[in-house]
């Protein structure tokens, strides 16, 4: 079993700065590519920001330049540092990885989510 927990959430004004973890645990032999998605009320979960293993990066256009994710790959954490925030940016934020487990499978898996609340 793998399984992530993200840390981080909270409410911020606008203008303000949150930095979101995300931890792997588990039955992991690599960590491919990790990621971080948003869903708002009533609007269907998007891609905010996705990292690979080696640390190519890309971006939903409505966070470049504004939001930054890293990793730790000997902590098997990805972050998710998060500038200029606008109450658009307000939803729940997943983490997600792409697992290759200890018995060599490849997996999918999602974190429980945490809540970013934005201010005007």
């Known amino acids: 079993q793998v399984q992530l927990v993200e840390s981080g959430g909270g409410l911020v004004q606008a203008g303000g700065s949150l930095r979101l973890s995300c931890a792997a645990s588990g039955s992991i032999f690599r960590l491919n590519d990790m990621g971080w998605y948003r869903q708002a009320p009533g609007k269907q979960r998007e891609l905010v920001a996705r990292i690979s293993s080696g640390g190519s990066t890309n971006y939903a256009d409505s966070v470049k330049a504004r939001f930054t994710i890293s990793r730790d790959n000997a902590k098997n954490t990805v972050y998710l540092q998060m500038n200029s925030l606008k109450p658009e940016d307000t939803a729940v934020y997943y983490c997600?990885?792409?697992?290759?487990?200890?018995?060599?499978?490849?997996?999918?898996?999602w974190g429980q989510g945490t809540l970013v609340t934005v201010s005007s």
């Open positions: 997600n990885a792409v697992v290759t487990t200890g018995a060599l499978k490849y997996l999918g898996v």
